[in-house]
DNA sequence: CGTTTAATTGAAAGCAGTCAAACTATGTGG
DNA sequence: CCACATAGTTTGACTGCTTTCAATTAAACG
């Protein structure tokens, strides 16, 4: 469990991770008011439609961004790792337009909608600390759009593995990236627009490839260059270069 | 031809569209160095990969956003409209993820992306008008995601035509929405995730079924909300609430 | 008026979906 | 510790939506 202060001093983490902040910025940050809050797999923590009234920061755990159609086909956005602010996105639009849950048990900052705006409101750098944020989230989803529109069902799947890979895997590419695989196949199928049946037949075609191995819930991409290249996975959408490797090394352990 | 003052006004029209401004930003706006440049259909705006080194408000014709896979199939991102901000997902980022492109021949008020930069790192309402402006654009590429990755044909074209029409047309829904439709079938394939016989095949259908008339480039939607409950149309995520009706029909107008 | 581009149509093939059942893992309560 | 329940994975057979390929027609353009 963590107190007050780590809390603020995580959201500092975050906010500076797309540019320096100055001490009056960073004192700023550190007064907003937050708490932490756990939340058990599949709870929702903003709802479409509905106004969403606080901005929480993911400290542990995954989410996932999803929207549903009237038939009641889902799509899932992107997904949420550690480190991610959960909703920038409704912070200055009225209603929520897509859902946001959590994958397994996750663990947030919440911080109100209110007091958030009107630091954004007075502070030009947390202004566009979170514009940046906003500018990463879009071309995620449209590397997404481009994975679910014009790639075949090995490629897909195979891309949002090595985003995975890259976005959680412990960066020991000699034996492969070796990650959690905390989706089950038709959050996969709904992830990449694909059954979870065929989902599981692409994998199963991978694994006698030899470019993905399972244990339990652990998924190994040993053949890590050929994957990425056959499912045609360039990291450069997730514009990581902007988030200083020394941050992105502290965060994870402090959120054990 | 528009003078420069003219260009200066509808920049502050477009960050005026989110939110009131206050006299100080209004004039720190109308200061911005900026030029208005013509380019004709199919001119690149801004190139994946590139460093983008401009902003550009679309003054008029239509513009759309692009990411090709390696096997050469595009997937169209988004369609930017008259008064839309063509780049400000680049402002804040080093290398551009996606090809913005011309769809007919288009009109540009050009700013560099340094002042705009820079007036968004000293104005907070600035900073927070582009942030909003971001998540429009984002919510509006997780609709697409959803309509690409989740929806039949027919839903999917039906989709696109709707929002086409909400975002373009000339509001009398009397007698029917009634647009120019600037995309061929093929971009239009291109931007639901199906290939252009395909999207041949669904217009004429819709064409049968009464939903759809064309006439010459000029479509038409006679009967509207069936076409909306069919194609699973909701304009909440375009957020034009957001948007005084005032100066939108202004803008259109002094776009001439 | 010819040339180019876009729309249209048909036939055949294929990728992914659907349906259904079996299997495996995981966890729970007795 | 076992029996049972539940959730997730795996497999097969069949269907069908969409693609592919190819050719024709219509429209736009200089």
């Not at 897909?156 to 990236?177: I, K, N, Q």
């Not at 089950?184 to 993905?212: C, Y």
């Not at 998924?219 to 450069?236: G, H, K």
Request: include cysteine; hydrophobic fraction near 40%.
């Amino acid at each position: 469990v963590l107190d007050v202060p780590s809390i603020s001093q995580k959201l500092v983490e975050c906010f500076g991770r797309t540019g320096p902040l100055g001490d009056d910025v960073r004192r700023a940050i550190l007064c907003l008011p937050c708490s932490l809050i756990t939340r058990g797999a599949g709870a929702y923590f903003v709802r479409e439609a509905d106004e969403s009234k606080t901005c929480g920061l993911l400290v542990s755990g995954l989410a996932y961004r999803h929207k549903v159609t009237a038939f009641g086909a889902r799509q899932i956005l992107s997904v949420i790792v550690p480190g991610d602010m959960i909703d920038f996105q409704h912070l200055f639009l009225n209603l929520a337009d897509h859902n946001v849950q959590a994958l397994g048990d996750i663990c947030v900052a919440v911080v109100p909608r209110a007091a958030l705006r009107d630091l954004a409101n007075s502070i030009p750098s947390i202004a566009t600390a979170i514009a940046t944020q906003l500018s990463i989230d879009a071309s995620i989803y449209c590397e997404w759009m481009l994975n679910v529109g014009r790639r075949n069902a090995q490629t897909r799947v195979g891309h949002l593995l090595c985003e995975l890979a890259t976005r959680l895997g412990t960066d020991v590419p000699a034996s492969g990236h070796c990650f959690e695989l905390v989706m089950t196949q038709e959050k996969i199928g709904d992830a990449v627009g694909l059954t979870s049946v065929h989902v599981n037949r692409v994998m199963r075609s991978l694994e006698k490839d030899g470019l993905l191995t399972r244990r339990q819930r652990f998924v190994t991409l040993p053949r890590w260059d050929e994957l990425r290249r056959a499912s045609d996975f360039n990291d450069r959408y997730l514009h990581q270069d902007r988030m200083s490797s020394a941050h992105a090394g502290r965060f994870e352990d402090a959120a054990r």
